[in-house]
Every structure is written in C-alpha cells, then in structure tokens.
C-alpha cells in the first residue's frame, strides 16, 4: 500500500492553487445543481434561490451552464451505468466531487460513497448537499489532492467522475485512481472533448470562466490511449453535437421536443469515431485497473 500524508494546501504545486481558487470563487455562488441551475423550467433544480447565492456572479461566472441544458442524453447513460452498480453493499468513489451530485446520486441508489475535492469550498457544499439530500449517513466527502490520495489501495468497488480530469495531471491521476480501485472495479468518466474548432474557441474567448490550465488540457481521443495504460478495458461514447442548437430554446416550449430530434441525430451521427470526436462530451467507462 502507498502511504500518503495530508493534503497541505501551502505545498501545492502553483496550478493547483490556482484550481483552488477558482473553484473557490465558483463554489461561493453555486452551491449544487450546476447542471440544472438554466435550463427548461420543467427541469431546473426546484431549490435554486438558496443555491445561487449571488445571481449576478452567477450569471457572469456561469455563462457557460445553459449549455448544459442539452445534456440529458450523456447523464441517462452515466446515471444508468450508476442505477446498475451503485447498490447497497457497493463502495463508491465520488473523484474531484465538486458540489457532490454523483457522490449524492450514488448514495440515493444505496451506495456507500466517499468523495473528495481539492476545493474545500467544493467538500463543505457537498456535505451541506448531502445532509439536505438525507444521504449524509453512508455519504461523505473530504479535501483531498486527486493525483495523491490517502485512501489505502483497493478500496473502491466504483469510482465516478465529471469534467475533472482536464484539471488534472492525467497520468498522475489516473495511476491513483487504478491504485484505489479493487481489482475488477470499473470508474465512469465524463469528460469535454477538445476536437471541436468552434467549441474550443469558445473556450479560448471565456478565459473567466476557466483556468488557463484546463482549456490547455482539455481530453481528445488520444487521452483513451493514457487511460489504457492504467485499465485493462476502455470503451467511449460520444455525445452532444447537433443537440447544442437546442440551446438558444431552452426557456421555450419546443426546447424538449427539439432537444429530442437532435439527440436522435446525434445518434446517427457520433456513432461514427471518425464524428464523434467532434462532440462536445465523451463518456468512458474504465475497467479491469492494472
């Protein structure tokens, strides 16, 4: 087994001070529901006035969330691949928890979870989530640096993760998390692709709402070829490109019905590797950890 000490946020490296304190700034406006904060009123999360706690903050910090407004299709198949394995008995990793929602969701379908952050604004609201959720009794997450993990080797039967790689070192976090996984554990990803032209300059255009050491280390394809050096199995999926037009009409009443058409394009579509990269988001699930 590694041995690893406490995390000591004065010896970090300089980009992870600064993910801290961006993650800081964010964690002190949100403090869950990012990806229903602004989307179609049927599907906002019902609690937002006490989650948002500074509106105009979040309106310029948060720009990019309506965007997340399209993506139903990616989160049925993580929370599917969840529903089948987060049951009572199992162990679940909740990896860089942010507010805490898939440590949350893993708890709800009876899981016992640990979740850590480097943030600790990000621990604190997954807690404070947690408890509002009733889940805090077999959910609970701490401040923790994801390339260096003090938890003991083979601890987790599953691990989660969303949009939180691209601010890591990937071959560092990747080893821990192989570390950490029982033999036969499996881990679900969810991750931005880098590909898309007109997306990635929309990152470049945004530098606020990013760091500059995430838009550099956004994922592409070949990040598959990385995770394969620390898991035996790696199969993605591609999703989110012709759905992005369905933005623009999130507050309207065709948004569910368009959002709908273009994700059965996008089957067709990004069904083909040589599309699918293109897409907005990939999901990878890990296996079988070397």
């Known amino acids: 087994m590694t041995e690893h000490g406490p995390l ?18 964010r964690r002190q406006i949100l403090q869950g ?11 906002e999360a019902s609690n937002l006035d006490n989650l ?27 929370h599917e691949w969840m529903r089948e394995r987060c049951r009572p008995g199992s162990t679940v990793l909740d990896w860089a928890c942010g507010n805490g929602e898939n440590g949350i969701f893993a708890a709800e379908c009876g899981a016992e979870v640990r979740g850590m952050d480097i943030s600790p604004e990000g621990v604190e609201n997954a807690n404070l989530n947690a408890e509002s959720a009733g889940v805090a009794d077999r959910c609970h997450f701490e401040v923790m640096d994801g390339e260096n993990m003090t938890f003991p080797d083979n601890t987790f039967d599953y691990a989660v993760e969303y949009g939180a790689l691209h601010h890591v070192e990937l071959d560092a976090a990747l080893s821990e998390l192989a570390r950490v996984i029982k033999p036969g554990g499996q881990m679900v990803c969810v991750e931005a692709l880098r590909h898309n032209p007109l997306i990635h300059a929309y990152r470049r255009r945004t530098p606020h709402l990013r760091t500059p050491w995430e838009v550099d280390h956004i994922l592409g394809v070949e990040s598959l070829a990385t995770m394969k050096k620390y898991f035996s199995t790696v199969e993605a999926r591609y999703f989110h490109l012709a759905a992005i037009a369905a933005v623009p009409f999130r507050k309207t009443p065709i948004f569910r019905p368009l959002r709908a058409a273009l994700n059965a394009v996008d089957r067709v579509l990004l069904s083909n590797r040589l599309i699918g990269k293109y897409a907005w988001i990939m999901v990878v699930t890990l296996g079988d950890p070397r």
């Open 8 to 25: 000591d946020l004065s010896a970090l490296e300089p980009r992870k001070i600064q993910e801290i304190e961006h993650s800081r700034k």
């Open 33 to 43: 529901s990012e990806r229903s904060a602004d989307t179609n009123q049927a599907e």
């Open 52 to 78: 948002i706690r500074d509106e105009d903050a979040f309106k310029y910090h948060f720009a990019n969330i309506k965007y997340y407004s399209v993506t139903q299709a990616s989160e049925q198949y993580q």
